[in-house]
């Protein structure tokens, strides 16, 4: 039910899965003039070696210079739980779809790397999907419908290598810069297929 839920997921939840998420949310605020009530956007990683600590310095000043807000973020390691509360699960890379999968493997069709759902989009025809509009239960349809669409067009292919996002633990604010822009591209996408311009 209503919220549209997004999880988020990468290895330690200090760096991708919380600029995605945090991102996510900025590109529906900016594209509906309103976010926290049309989706809900969360995060986890497949280790708790992080777990309780906030964004990464770096990936935290990647999402407040593109208009996010890094406050409040705690990691936490991937629960199965968290995957069932989620109507589309984004990984950073497949190998973490597999961890997923292994989990839930009921939760396959709704699984993705993110720039797998992002590649897959174009081909999907938005205009057989639910209207977009900007209330909850709208965003929920057209979301739901949307998943089940891209998995379509996804035919049961695995996920192609360009797909995953490089880890940027431990680099430089340049390679942080290069990640960010692949994520806020892909989230941005998403944002687009779910909800109308203002």
């Known amino acids: 039910m209503p919220p549209f839920t997004v999880l988020h997921v990468c290895m330690g939840n200090i760096c991708r899965s ?50 996010g807000d890094d406050a409040g973020f705690t990691a936490r390691r991937l629960l199965a739980e968290h995957i069932d509360g989620a109507d589309l699960v984004l990984t950073a890379t497949a ?3 597999d961890f997923v999968r292994s989990l839930r493997p009921d939760a396959a069709g709704r699984t993705f790397v993110l720039g797998e759902f992002a590649r897959l989009l174009p ?19 057209r979301g739901v419908a949307l998943v089940l669409a891209v998995d379509e067009v996804r035919g049961g292919a695995e996920p192609l290598p360009g797909d995953d996002l490089d ?16 994520i806020d591209e892909a989230v941005r996408a998403v944002a687009g297929a779910l909800l109308p311009s203002r």
């Open 167 to 182: 880890d940027p633990w431990g680099r430089g604010d340049g390679f942080f810069t290069r990640v960010g822009d692949e």
């Open 95 to 97: 190998d973490q779809v």
């Open 18 to 67: 919380p600029m995605a998420e945090r991102l996510f949310v900025a590109a529906v605020r900016e594209r509906a003039g309103s976010g926290t009530d049309l989706v809900y956007s969360n995060s986890a990683g497949t280790g708790g070696w992080h777990e309780g600590e906030p964004m990464n310095p770096p990936a935290s000043r990647q999402v407040r210079a593109r208009g």
């Open 123 to 141: 081909r999907v025809d938005l205009d057989a999907l639910p209207p977009a509009r900007a209330t909850p239960d709208a965003v929920y349809d």
